[in-house]
T-cell receptor, first 116, second 114 residues
């Protein structure tokens, strides 16, 4: 079974530039998550989708971050404009349903973003 | 606000040693607790999931325990091997959550020396 695919693996940009990350979840998984993991910290949920609807975006800095999941499959996360403190690994995860149903989240390898 | 803490931040042990990783959480009203493994440059892999009504879960050389009343969980690794070297993260879902959001600790980085 194919896992969660993310691209690119690495990205280096200068502050105030824009960047976008792409995620393709496991086939059939309705729930998709984007996490931000700063070096030395645990992942922090940015946004959670159920099919193509947003379930939780309470920790998404909406002045600069945006995400969409068109057609309830692939998703993109965008940062515009980037700040130095956005340097982190951005992880995408998917699950069959919501975690409350006992569904395990499967994680992609992540995109490591460096903002100079 | 639920907070999850893992101590120590890093641990180095010789091969073959049994070891314990600790996780504590501030609010005992959790839905479940999970332990994940993260290898450098890779995503997270779920190791064990303990429901709030359970006391422990076992998988191979791994055993995770949960004491909700004291807000603690431990991950026991028996007969450690160099291949166990990774960062171990624990995460909880708050009992009042209707989305199942995971709240992670900062992780313990384990090095097992041959």
């Amino acid at each position: 079974e194919a896992g969660v695919a993310q691209s690119p693996r690495y990205k280096i940009i200068e502050k105030r530039q824009s960047v976008a990350f792409w995620c393709n979840p496991i086939s059939g998984h309705a729930t998709l998550y984007w996490y931000q993991q700063i070096l030395g910290q645990g992942p922090k949920l940015l946004i959670q989708f159920q099919n193509n609807g947003v379930v939780d975006d309470s920790q998404l800095p909406k002045d600069r971050f945006s995400a969409e999941r068109l057609k309830g499959v692939d998703s993109t996360l965008k940062i515009q404009p980037a700040k130095l403190e956005d340097s982190a690994v951005y992880l995408c995860a998917s699950s069959l349903g919501r975690a409350l149903g006992g569904n395990i989240q499967y994680f992609g390898a992540g995109t490591r973003l460096s903002v100079l | 606000k639920q907070e999850v803490t893992q101590i120590p931040a890093a641990l180095s042990v010789p091969e073959g040693e049994n070891l314990v990783l600790n996780c504590s959480f501030t609010d005992s009203a959790i839905y479940n607790l999970q332990w994940f493994r993260q290898d450098p440059g890779k995503g997270l892999t779920s190791l064990l999931l303990i429901q709030s009504s359970q006391r422990e879960q076992t998988s191979g050389r791994l055993n995770a325990s949960l004491d909700k009343s004291s807000g603690r969980s431990t991950l026991y690794i028996a007969a450690s091997q160099p291949g166990d070297s990774a960062t171990y993260l624990c995460a909880v879902i708050h009992g009042s959550s209707n989305t199942g959001k995971l709240i992670f600790g900062q992780g313990t980085t384990l090095q097992v020396k041959p």
